[in-house]
């Protein structure tokens, strides 16, 4: 079987040796039938120089293309291999990756792709292998995932999936996007294919922190990705996915509450976060609303206990209380009959009061 490792070029680095090294240093597989794909949009348009030594690189020169979505866009029109892994610039494979990887996929297999264990090997953020919150639980790897009955194996991340050509083929990105047009490829990907093997032997190293890592992730630094991406995005997702009945699929609404917790974990963090203004922590409270209006109240309180959603019982009972504008024991009274006198607001959420206190600070 031939693999295509899709690489996004989108400026000049020479971390792509990092990642084309760890392909031709693979153990017990033959390499000659895996290329690296590379669809270069930087301005320097150096990627095939850099990759002058590595006879299975073919560079594609596009410059001024786009991001990273049109870079994979072009990379789907020219990908010939029977198989496809998206990697970024300085991503390192495991030396086993492919042998395993291979053994994982076939025309016999009932699944389309095949996800990795993920780590964070970059030392700028930890000194140490960040292992992914997302990655399958233990006793689930080595066999076949059903995202339809446990929605916290949800494959997010496009990054180190060993994926079908004829079927990623089908999912372009969405350029238009700005920060989770590759969430939006999975999300599709896996409403029509629901079931992937998890890969027990096969690691994957990222380079830069995925969406998981809500301290170091890069588009935290970003307001818009606060706000305005829960309206440009989440909102629209979850109107595209509904059911006939109007639900959503409980996969989606997983999705959705990882995606706001997320952003609660990422602002949790001074280091590298501005605050936000009195307005705006206003408007992205009601974004955040908006989405968990749509969401059940198990997957709020994480009753399936899921790893996954990074947030502890306290959290919970914030979103819970974001949604209905009221505590739990207020809304367990309204239940029983036993509603606070008239007049009386219960409290917000301590956590919900020390955001708005920084905004006050800020001098919003």
């Known amino acids: 079987m031939s693999v295509s490792v899709i690489i996004p070029y989108i400026e000049s680095s020479d971390l792509i040796l990092k990642t084309a090294d760890s392909v031709r240093n693979q153990k017990s597989v033959n390499t000659g039938e895996i290329e690296l794909l590379v669809v270069d949009v930087s301005d320097a348009q150096n990627a095939a120089e850099k990759l002058s030594a590595y006879p299975n690189a073919r560079v594609i020169r596009k410059p001024g293309a786009g991001g990273e979505a049109a870079a994979y866009n072009i990379a789907l029109e020219n990908l010939s291999a029977d198989y496809a892994i998206v990697a970024r610039p300085g991503d390192v494979f495991g030396s086993h990756y492919f042998m395993n990887a291979l053994k994982a996929v076939g025309a016999n297999k009932p699944w389309c792709f095949a996800a990795p264990n993920r780590f964070c090997i970059n030392p700028v953020y930890s000194r140490y292998k960040y292992i992914s919150r997302t990655n399958v639980p233990p006793l689930m790897l080595n066999k076949e995932a059903d995202i339809r009955d446990y929605p916290n194996l949800l494959q997010m991340e496009i990054d180190g ?155 919970a009972e914030m979103f819970y209380m974001l949604k209905y504008d009221t505590d739990l024991l207020h809304r367990r009274q309204a239940a029983a009959g036993r509603l606070l006198p008239s007049g009386i607001q219960p409290q917000k959420h301590r956590a919900v009061r020390r955001m708005e206190r920084r905004a006050d600070r800020s001098g919003g």
């Open 161 to 315: 999936n060993i994926i079908e050509s004829a079927v990623l083929k089908q999912y372009p990105a969405d350029a238009s996007l700005k920060y989770e047009f590759f969430h939006d490829v999975m999300l599709r990907l896996q409403q029509d294919h629901p079931t992937y093997f998890a890969m027990e032997e096969a690691n994957f190293n990222t380079f830069m922190p995925l969406s998981d890592d809500s301290a170091y992730f890069v588009p935290s630094n970003d307001i818009d990705w606060y706000r305005n991406s829960i309206e440009s995005f989440m909102l629209p997702l979850a109107e595209r996915f509904k059911n006939s009945d109007g639900t959503l699929p409980y996969f989606i609404q997983f999705y959705l509450m990882y995606a706001v917790s997320a952003r609660f974990l990422a602002n949790m963090n001074n280091r590298n976060k501005r605050n936000m203004s009195e307005e705006e922590l206003d408007l992205f409270l009601k974004a955040c609303k908006k989405v968990l209006d749509l969401l059940d109240d198990t997957i709020i309180l994480n009753a399936g206990k899921y790893k996954a959603l990074g947030y502890s019982e306290e959290a």
